[in-house]
């Protein structure tokens, strides 16, 4: 995979560039599969303990489901593979571990926007992480993004309050933490299934809601460059920690 001179001019003016067909047919499949039974599991789990809301996660409406490489090694394949080398190194550098994964996944229904946030002000101001520089989420679509299924905005840096960490703080009723809250709407990414998303974890971004008749998947993956402390440092390292490419080179 070649990241071209264009692409890496937008992710170091703008905060993001965008990889098409990122993942193969026969990929994107396996992909799909094992994110539909992860939210099938996570219905029946929050079904079961009689709950409509866990943190972010809302029954029949949204899900976050975090880490499934670790139930579902298949995973690795994408998470760890020389694509990924690629864009780590045109972004972060020759060094990348993996920070952390998950499963986004947007039901049918008019209240799964998602605020304007930085995915670095989650780590801190919900998670608990201590001051950072930048990593990366790769945001890969499962599924056609529009407008209509809820697909993400992002607020370009040339746009942006701040190219920096902007505190965030927490919404009960949007379940959300929030970033920003001008008016500038951001440029809306529509993009086909297998695209993948590259943006810095300072770029504001945002998503609205599924008005269709069908769930609207995505897949995060991020790397960081360097790994990086809890703010309370006996809770150790904060992100997952599995190295991907050491000086350059993809470890096996």
């Known amino acids: 995979m070649n990241i071209t001179r264009d692409q890496l001019k937008q992710y170091r003016h703008e905060g993001f560039m965008i990889v098409p067909k990122f993942l193969e ?12 039974t992860k939210v099938a599991e996570t219905e029946k789990d929050m079904s079961k303990r009689g709950v409509e809301k866990d943190r972010i996660n809302v029954l029949g409406k949204k899900y976050f489901i975090h880490q499934p490489h ?17 864009v780590c190194k045109a972004t972060i550098g020759d060094t990348a571990f993996l920070h952390s994964e998950q499963f986004v996944v947007k039901m049918t229904d008019s209240n799964t926007n ?5 995915d670095s002000g989650y780590s801190v101001y919900q998670g608990g992480a201590e001051q950072h520089k930048p990593y990366l989420t790769c945001w890969i679509a499962l599924d ?15 746009r942006s309050p701040s190219r920096k960490l902007i505190k965030h703080i927490w919404d009960d009723d949007l379940s959300a933490m929030v970033g920003y809250d001008g ?3 951001g440029d809306l990414v529509e993009v086909p299934a297998g695209t993948l998303v590259a943006f810095s974890s300072f770029l504001l971004h945002k998503s ?28 150790g390292v904060y992100s997952s920690g599995e190295p991907v490419i050491i000086d350059g080179q993809l470890v096996d």
């Open 25 to 36: 047919n026969e990929e994107l499949e396996m992909v799909r599969n094992i994110c539909d």
């Open 70 to 86: 670790k139930t579902h090694p298949r995973l690795e394949n994408i998470i760890f593979n020389n694509k990924v080398a690629e």
């Open 114 to 118: 998602f605020a304007w946030h930085q």
């Open 144 to 158: 056609d993004m529009s407008e209509e299924n809820g697909t993400i905005s992002v607020l370009p840096f040339s």
């Open 183 to 185: 008016d500038d709407e």
């Open 208 to 235: 609205g809601a599924n008005s269709t008749d069908r769930p609207r998947r995505s897949y995060f993956i991020a790397f960081t460059p360097e790994l990086f402390l809890h703010s309370d440092e006996s809770k």
